[in-house]
């Protein structure tokens, strides 16, 4: 492993090490050596890219951060020195120049693996590189490994959901006792940016909220606090001066944070956006949940995971239920999930009309701790179903691991 020798880890380097010690409890000797092989993860988007340094037993020990990777918000020069800056930062708060990984996962939706490879050269080594979109990890994150549906409200929006079919393989040994082959099946929907798509997306309740201001400008919509809100909210002098602003994508969905804030001063026309909004990111989740219980149905097999121990009769599956006789969790998050309650009432009823039995839960974790926990799967150094008390404690220790 190309890291820091034993020899030479200085006072810095020591210090560094075992402040993450403290924070979570794991990962470093009391020489301020990192125990076992390291992982690393990168979280990236259209605003920001996250770096991930962790131990086997998935402590963190290092975080860095860059600006975006996504190829619609970034060059590709752009890019590159985004990871670059995360990968370097990670690194400095773990106390090393350069290391060598077990697997590098990199959840950058818009960014080739090309990208990321230039990025971490000459800082980070894997053994085994992966990329992908940001589905898994704001799936695993959320979720970790049960099944459920996952709708992601930020900027944009999209929804992704797992499902589960066990299938009976031949009989082991002499104990004739059958093993169960666990199959995901993954179904994702929207996604489709701010033209096509992005339903219930902040964008979308920024977008809503000032062609309802214009209304209520030209006495043609209800009354409306908005109205005040936007001339504030974008230093705009007068209300026509709105329509001449250069809005970016990031700055119409900014004021998502007002409409929240006037629905909850009792504003109706803010309130109907908002629940609007919950309907549609509610349909999304079900839309994912209807073709998982439909391939269920159908017996379509998923993608192979590792087999689990025997073995249980599985029911058959119920309608409306993406998964074998277990309760299906829906998971909305992102920065809209925490708006006022006209949209958190409205997608708790758009999931529950479909499914009576589904359970509303908060996130486990944020994408960037998903994109950690797929990384430690790929370097089998995590069991499904399984998170480490080092993952944890250093959620604990670190916001940005906690959705």
Same mark, same amino acid.
């Given at each position: 492993m190309r890291t820091t020798p034993a020899n030479s880890v200085d006072s810095e380097t020591r210090e560094t090490r075992e402040t993450w010690a403290i924070r979570t409890g794991q990962?470093? =000797?009391?020489? @301020?050596?990192?125990?076992?092989p390291l992982v690393a993860a990168v979280d990236g988007g259209g605003t920001k890219t996250l770096f991930l340094l962790a131990t086997a037993d998935g402590t963190v020990i290092g975080i860095g951060r860059g600006g975006p990777v996504n190829a619609l918000f970034a060059s590709a020069d752009?890019?590159?020195?985004?990871v670059q800056q995360a990968a370097a930062g990670a690194l400095r708060?773990?106390?090393?120049?350069?290391? =060598? &990984?077990? &697997?590098?996962?990199? /959840?950058?939706?818009? !960014?080739?693996?090309?990208?990321? /490879?230039?990025?971490?050269? @000459?800082?980070?080594?894997?053994?085994?590189?992966?990329?992908?979109?940001?589905e898994m990890a704001v799936l695993t994150g959320a979720l970790v490994d049960e099944p459920g549906v996952v709708v992601l409200a930020g900027t944009g929006s999209f929804a992704v959901g797992r499902g589960i079919r066990r299938d009976c393989d031949s009989q082991a040994g002499d104990t004739g006792r059958h093993r169960v082959v666990t199959r995901y099946r993954i179904a994702t929907r929207g996604?489709? @940016?701010? $033209?096509?798509?992005?339903?219930?997306?902040?964008?979308?309740?920024?977008?809503? !909220? $000032?062609?309802?201001?214009?209304?209520?400008?030209d006495?043609?919509?209800?009354?409306?606090? $908005?109205? =005040?809100?936007a001339l504030e909210h974008f230093d705009a002098p007068h209300a026509w001066s709105l329509a001449t602003m250069n809005m970016s994508r990031e700055q119409i969905a900014s004021f998502a944070?007002? &409409?929240?804030?006037?629905?909850?001063? @009792?504003?109706?026309v803010a309130s109907a956006i908002l629940a609007q909004a919950g309907r549609d990111l509610g349909r999304l989740g079900v839309s994912v949940l209807r073709e998982l219980a439909e391939r269920s149905a159908t017996g379509e097999p998923g993608e192979p995971v590792e087999p689990v121990e025997p073995i249980e009769p599985i029911e058959p599956v119920e309608s409306g239920n993406a998964g074998h006789g277990r309760r299906i969790l829906? &998971?909305?998050?992102?920065?809209?999930?925490?708006?006022?309650?006209?949209?958190?009432?409205?997608?708790?009823?758009?999931?529950l009309s479909f499914s009576p039995d589904a359970q509303i839960v908060p996130p486990q974790f944020s994408p960037a701790g998903g994109a950690l926990l797929v990384a430690l799967e790929i370097a089998e150094l995590r069991e499904p179903g399984m998170v480490s008390a080092g993952l944890r404690a250093s959620a604990e220790a670190c916001s940005e691991l906690r959705a």
């Amino acid at each position: 492993m190309r890291t820091t020798p034993a020899n030479s880890v200085d006072s810095e380097t020591r210090e560094t090490r075992e402040t993450w010690a403290i924070r979570t409890g794991q990962g470093v =000797d009391a020489r @301020g050596q990192v125990q076992g092989p390291l992982v690393a993860a990168v979280d990236g988007g259209g605003t920001k890219t996250l770096f991930l340094l962790a131990t086997a037993d998935g402590t963190v020990i290092g975080i860095g951060r860059g600006g975006p990777v996504n190829a619609l918000f970034a060059s590709a020069d752009e890019a590159i020195r985004s990871v670059q800056q995360a990968a370097a930062g990670a690194l400095r708060e773990a106390g090393m120049k350069c290391a =060598d &990984v077990a &697997v590098l996962y990199a /959840s950058a939706p818009g !960014a080739s693996r090309d990208i990321v /490879s230039a990025g971490i050269d @000459g800082l980070v080594s894997p053994a085994r590189l992966e990329t992908a979109g940001d589905e898994m990890a704001v799936l695993t994150g959320a979720l970790v490994d049960e099944p459920g549906v996952v709708v992601l409200a930020g900027t944009g929006s999209f929804a992704v959901g797992r499902g589960i079919r066990r299938d009976c393989d031949s009989q082991a040994g002499d104990t004739g006792r059958h093993r169960v082959v666990t199959r995901y099946r993954i179904a994702t929907r929207g996604g489709w @940016g701010p $033209l096509l798509g992005d339903e219930g997306s902040a964008y979308a309740i920024g977008l809503a !909220a $000032l062609r309802a201001a214009a209304l209520a400008f030209d006495n043609r919509g209800e009354h409306t606090c $908005l109205c =005040d809100m936007a001339l504030e909210h974008f230093d705009a002098p007068h209300a026509w001066s709105l329509a001449t602003m250069n809005m970016s994508r990031e700055q119409i969905a900014s004021f998502a944070v007002r &409409v929240s804030q006037a629905s909850a001063a @009792g504003d109706d026309v803010a309130s109907a956006i908002l629940a609007q909004a919950g309907r549609d990111l509610g349909r999304l989740g079900v839309s994912v949940l209807r073709e998982l219980a439909e391939r269920s149905a159908t017996g379509e097999p998923g993608e192979p995971v590792e087999p689990v121990e025997p073995i249980e009769p599985i029911e058959p599956v119920e309608s409306g239920n993406a998964g074998h006789g277990r309760r299906i969790l829906a &998971v909305l998050t992102g920065g809209v999930s925490r708006a006022a309650l006209p949209l958190i009432a409205a997608f708790r009823d758009e999931i529950l009309s479909f499914s009576p039995d589904a359970q509303i839960v908060p996130p486990q974790f944020s994408p960037a701790g998903g994109a950690l926990l797929v990384a430690l799967e790929i370097a089998e150094l995590r069991e499904p179903g399984m998170v480490s008390a080092g993952l944890r404690a250093s959620a604990e220790a670190c916001s940005e691991l906690r959705a």
